[in-house]
């Protein structure tokens, strides 16, 4: 094998190093995306829940309308993806 074939090969195994370490990381991705998406159904049920049991104990409640539990989260969203800490 000359050197230029050995560049090459070189450049080869690079190469498959490469895409097998960002196919390793696309997985851990997809398992991320996956758990957070299970964690959201999850809030979303005790946040279901906890309104429930909060329109019961207070009919008049400020959480009990979804547009004031939007703000709240949409504000603590913004908060975050800014950088800073949410209230």
Do not use: C
């Amino acid at each position: 094998m000359d050197t230029v074939q050995a560049v090459a090969v070189g450049q080869a195994m690079a190469a498959n190093k490469s895409a097998a370490e960002w196919q390793a990381y696309a997985r851990r991705l997809e398992q991320e995306l996956r758990l957070a998406t299970a964690e959201n159904f999850g809030y979303a049920a005790v946040r279901d829940a906890a309104v429930a049991q909060l329109a019961k104990l207070d009919p008049h409640n400020y959480l009990l309308v979804q547009s004031n539990r939007r703000r709240i989260f949409e504000n603590a969203r913004d908060a975050q993806l800014a950088g800073k800490r949410a209230a």
